[in-house]
Nanobody, 122 residues
């Protein structure tokens, strides 16, 4: 199983980025997907999750209204559109796959990607 994130980079405050996570080695449509982030020395933090169909989503308070999670089951890819980025959004972002596919779980993920760095300058 492989999850490969891309789309991170260096942007200015107020800019947008779209992260992508390409998944292989599992039946993508049988997994809920999530985005998390983790700063050095801190625990991994939930950002957003989406169920297998894309019909249900969940967001952290910090992501609500600014970030949008979506998925394309034909492309085995989950996305995180991040708008109005703030310097405090700077960290490494990870995608995860969770076999509890009808839900939008905030924990208990089975597989993880290697992460992509997002840096927001003020």
């Amino acid at each position: 199983v492989q999850l490969v994130e891309s789309g991170g980079g260096l942007v200015q405050a107020g800019d947008s980025l779209r992260l992508s996570c390409l998944v292989s080695g599992l039946t993508f449509s049988r997994y809920a997907m999530g985005w998390f982030r983790q700063a050095p020395g801190k625990e991994r933090e939930f950002v957003a999750a989406i169920d297998w169909s894309g019909g249900k989503t969940d967001y952290s308070d910090s992501a609500k209204g600014r970030f949008t999670i979506s998925r394309d089951n034909a492309k085995n890819t989950v996305y995180l559109q991040m708008n109005s980025l703030k310097p405090e959004d700077t960290t490494v972002y990870y995608c995860g796959a969770n076999g509890f596919f009808r839900a939008t779980p905030r924990g208990g993920y089975d597989y993880w990607g290697q992460g992509t760095q997002v840096t927001v300058s003020s």
